[in-house]
């Protein structure tokens, strides 16, 4: 098992309703440390920025409204296998389809309003993590 750095964010329907500690202790209970973690609020065009890779998809535009609505927490979460353990803590990306106990089971919304985003790949880890931090403010155990 391999120690990994990935990016989380909770996004504004979970901070809106004050689950930001609920959420980091299912992370640290499953063994990922965070690293770096602060609170932002996205323009709707550091959003698209962001969200890219979906630009010619139908929810584009919702998901870039959605992300700017409100105050969000970006955080690099390390640990074993951190980007596959990441998206295991987080569940399906339907809240009606994630499994018990994981976070968009426990607390999203819908399928827009679904409380978490965390990376997919290694690459993809790495890329969101230089969009929200500098190498500084990321600790290095």
């Known amino acids: 098992m391999s120690v990994e750095k990935t990016l989380s964010i909770i996004k504004p329907d979970a901070v809106k309703r004050d689950l930001t500690g609920k959420i980091i202790a299912m992370f640290e209970e499953k063994g990922l440390r ?38 969000i927490v970006v955080q690099v979460l390390q640990g074993s296998n951190a980007i596959d353990l990441n998206r295991q ?23 827009t309003e679904n409380s978490a985003h965390g990376s997919d790949s290694a690459e993809t880890a790495r890329d969101e993590i230089n969009f929200f931090f500098s ?7």
Do not use: W
């Not at 965070?34 to 969200?51: H, M, N, P, R, T």
């Not at 499994?99 to 999203?108: K, M, Y």
């Open 34 to 71: 965070v690293v770096a973690q602060k609170k932002i609020l996205l323009s709707k065009e550091q959003a698209g920025s962001f969200y890219a890779v979906h630009r010619d998809r139908p929810f584009f535009d919702e998901l870039c409204e959605f992300m700017s609505s409100g105050p």
């Open 89 to 111: 803590i987080m569940g399906a990306t339907n809240p009606e389809q994630a499994e018990t106990g994981t976070i968009r089971r426990e607390f999203a919304l819908s399928m």
């Open 135 to 141: 190498g500084l403010e990321v600790l290095q155990f």
